[in-house]
């Protein structure tokens, strides 16, 4: 099992930067999880925004972050970072990190209970 707990949400113009965190805990070994970034605005349906994968660190974004958002992890600390940058209006949500259901699984199966990030016009 892993327990994801994130942090860094806030309140930020719009053209500002925020970095998320999420620390993992549990029995299992954090680098055989791949990891992911979703995001849930009011009234909307759950999205993806961007997945790390295990040891070689490949990394894949929605469409609508790419080339602003950045997902890394420190697998030394249990951590995937999420930087945000050039912040809309429309990044707006809460943001939800993702563990993989089990070692090496491609789909995601343990979440946090999220952070807000709102951007104001």
């Known amino acids: 099992q892993v327990q994801l707990v994130e942090s860094g949400g806030g309140l930020v113009q719009a053209g500002g930067s925020l970095r998320l965190s999420c620390a993992a805990s549990?029995?299992?070994?954090?680098?055989?999880?791949?990891m992911g970034w979703f995001r849930q605005a009011p009234g909307k349906e759950r999205e993806f925004v961007a997945r790390i994968s295990t040891s070689n660190g490949i990394t894949n974004y929605a469409d609508s972050v790419k080339g602003r958002f950045t997902i890394s992890r420190d697998n030394a600390k249990n951590t995937v970072y999420l930087q945000m940058n050039s912040l809309k209006p429309e990044d707006t949500a809460v943001y939800y990190c993702?563990?993989?259901?089990?070692?090496?699984?491609?789909?995601?199966?343990?979440w946090g209970q999220g952070t807000q990030v709102t951007v104001s016009s």
């Open positions: 993702a563990a993989g259901a089990a070692p090496y699984s491609y789909e995601f199966g343990h």
């Open positions: 549990g029995r299992s070994t954090f680098s055989m999880y791949a």
